[in-house]
């Protein structure tokens, strides 16, 4: 076997719905904990943070995030869209060697290491698959809202959590290609790169019942309609720093 590649620059992007309800100092505590469990396998690393349709928090109180966590930058959508042109969002002002993907809600820390090294033995696409079992709710009411995505004509793949690494040979092909934000959702299907699982068995972030489902059926459904494919220079992105307490917006 080929030597792995040496420990790359990573990127890591996240998505703050502002429906969430997350304090500033929540946000700060979530962040400082992935970065801590991301620098032992990179190089350098650096965060980025979509606030999906506004911050959940005043706006004044980013600053403190700012100041507590290095080498992090804010980016607003002006409207909510669909998570997965958030991500497209934070991914187009990526720069590392790959990005990491994740949900501050959802995500696993303790298999981190392993898809970062899967990614320096050459693979593209690293995905996070659970193994957490949800309730017989959930699996009923989400077949459902499956079953109108695929007569939609949406593409569908086994379950895998928003958690993910792309080198960035698999960054570029997304945002190549006209509805980056569908491709991003199934492009272990949609693409020849070399790919690998790395399961996670926490049941901390499994969903657990209806409410679940709704909220992933409505993301399924409203996926590929006008919000779906709405890129991101449409939907108004505004990158955030300090200057934000004295009033100022950088665009």
């Given at each position: ?5 040496p420990k790359p620059y990573l990127t890591v992007v996240s998505v703050l719905d502002v429906s969430c309800g997350l304090a500033a100092a929540e ?44 080498d992090v930058q804010v980016f607003v959508l002006a409207d909510e869209a669909d998570r997965d042109v958030a991500f497209v969002a934070g991914i187009e002002s990526s720069l590392g060697d790959a990005v990491l ?151």
């Open positions: 076997m080929p030597p792995a590649a946000l700060a505590a979530r962040l400082r904990a992935l970065r801590a469990c991301i620098l032992p396998h990179v190089d350098a690393a650096d965060l980025i943070v979509v606030a999906n349709g506004g911050l959940p928090f005043a706006a004044a109180e980013l600053a403190g995030v700012l100041d507590a966590v290095p993907t994740v949900d501050l809600d959802g995500w696993d820390p303790t298999i981190v290491g392993g898809m970062i090294e899967a990614f320096r033995r050459g693979c593209d696409v690293v995905l996070a698959e659970s193994t957490a079992r949800p309730s017989g709710v959930y699996w009923a009411a989400r077949s459902g809202f499956l079953k109108l995505y695929r007569l939609a004509g949406g593409a569908d793949e086994k379950d895998v959590m928003t958690q993910k690494v792309l080198s960035r040979a698999a960054v570029t092909y997304v945002l190549g290609h006209g509805d980056a934000a569908a491709l991003l959702r199934t492009l272990a299907m949609r693409s020849g790169f070399r790919t690998e699982r790395v399961v996670s068995t926490s049941h901390d972030h499994a969903p657990r019942g209806l409410g679940s489902a709704l909220a992933k059926g409505t993301v399924l459904l409203t996926s590929g309609t006008n919000r779906g494919n709405v890129g991101a220079a449409g939907v108004g992105i505004f990158a955030l720093d300090r200057a934000l307490c004295t009033g100022h917006l950088g665009v």
